[in-house]
């Protein structure tokens, strides 16, 4: 019997930045077409731009989203011109409201094609917040954007790798307003939810643990305002009266060593930088040199594919 591909939207990014190039280099790439049935929502005059620096041709037939809304089922890689911008008005690694606008507009169609079920997944290029934020686009990042978009009843980030995975208790907001926005209920949603995708992912029960939010993970006081005491561990013991594997407070500055993260399927952090810190994003001011690594983009196609087939690895350790 034939395998089927699932149909993936990939999203091109902010188009001043390393989107463009690496999505071309997805349509490309002979593994990402055998998982996948790949659909690039961008446009096209950008794509020809950085095309015609690297590439002899764009790989896909091209459609308008009026033309993309009449295809029944979907059987060949597409290019979804979505027409957000012109090329000429792009100035790779520059940063614009109208870049930021653009890339906006990306996510937006993959999104309702994804609830229409035209395609099964949606990968993301980086987008540019400070140009997101310019065009007037108020969410702060992807997350928040699919929370919306798809009116999600929770959501939270996860960063995923076959080393480590992280999801975050708080994102995209200040330092100092994240013990504000703490709580046993936030702490505990986002340990379920991860261990729910674990547990899709692995096939199996997963261990998580879950980082303190100060030096030492407070020390009992010693460090900040108790709010180990006040939020992590009550959220630790509820999620184990549930039955989920849960360990914590971790040391923030150990959670990560070796040693220690080969003891969890994944960790819960409870800000931004905590967890976004091993997962450092590609530079922004190499877009369009033919320089950028696609490798993340290219993993994260390989995960979306096996989630939208129902597939797992099993065990990484």
């Known amino acids: 019997m034939k395998k089927t591909r699932p149909v993936l939207g990939l999203t091109m990014g902010d ?7 690496i999505c071309l280099r997805a349509l490309l790439e002979l593994a990402v077409n055998q998982a996948c049935v790949p659909v690039l929502f961008g446009d096209v005059g950008v794509l020809q731009r950085v095309a015609g620096k690297q ?28 027409a957000a911008i012109k090329a000429s008005a792009v100035k790779p690694g ?43 686009v108020k969410f702060p ?19 995923y790798s076959e080393k480590l995975t992280v999801s975050m208790a708080t994102t995209h907001i200040g330092y100092h307003e994240v013990p504000q926005k703490l709580s ?45 005491e006040k939020f ?37 952090t409870l800000y931004h930088d905590q967890g976004h810190i091993p997962f450092k994003m590609l530079a922004f001011d190499i877009a369009w040199q033919g320089k950028a690594d696609p490798t993340s983009l290219f993993s994260a196609i390989q995960v979306a594919t096996e989630l939208a087939a129902g597939k797992s690895k099993g065990a990484r350790r």
């Open 55 to 82: 590439f002899s041709k764009l790989a896909g037939s091209v459609v308008s989203l009026a033309a993309l809304a009449e295809i029944k089922n979907i059987s060949q890689p597409l290019i979804v011109d979505c």
């Open 94 to 136: 520059k940063v614009s409201a109208a870049c930021g606008r653009a890339g906006y507009v990306y996510i937006e169609q993959a999104i309702r094609a994804a609830l229409a079920g035209q395609i099964a997944g949606v990968v993301t290029a980086p987008i540019h917040k400070e140009s997101l934020n310019r065009s007037g």
């Open 232 to 268: 992590v561990t009550p959220a630790v013991t509820q999620a184990r009266k549930k039955g989920l594997q849960v360990t914590g407070p971790l040391v923030p500055d150990a959670a990560f060593t070796v040693n220690v993260r080969k003891n969890f399927d994944a960790l819960v």
């Open 184 to 228: 046993v209920a936030r702490i505990l949603n986002v340990i379920e939810h991860t261990a729910e995708t674990m547990r899709w992912m692995l096939r199996r029960e997963p261990r998580i643990g879950v980082c303190g939010l100060n030096p030492h993970a407070g020390e009992h006081g010693l460090f900040g305002q108790r709010e180990e």
């Open 15 to 21: 188009p001043a930045g390393i989107g463009p190039e």
């Open 141 to 159: 990042g992807h997350t928040e954007i699919f929370t919306a978009l798809t009116q999600a009843a929770r959501s939270c980030m996860m960063l």
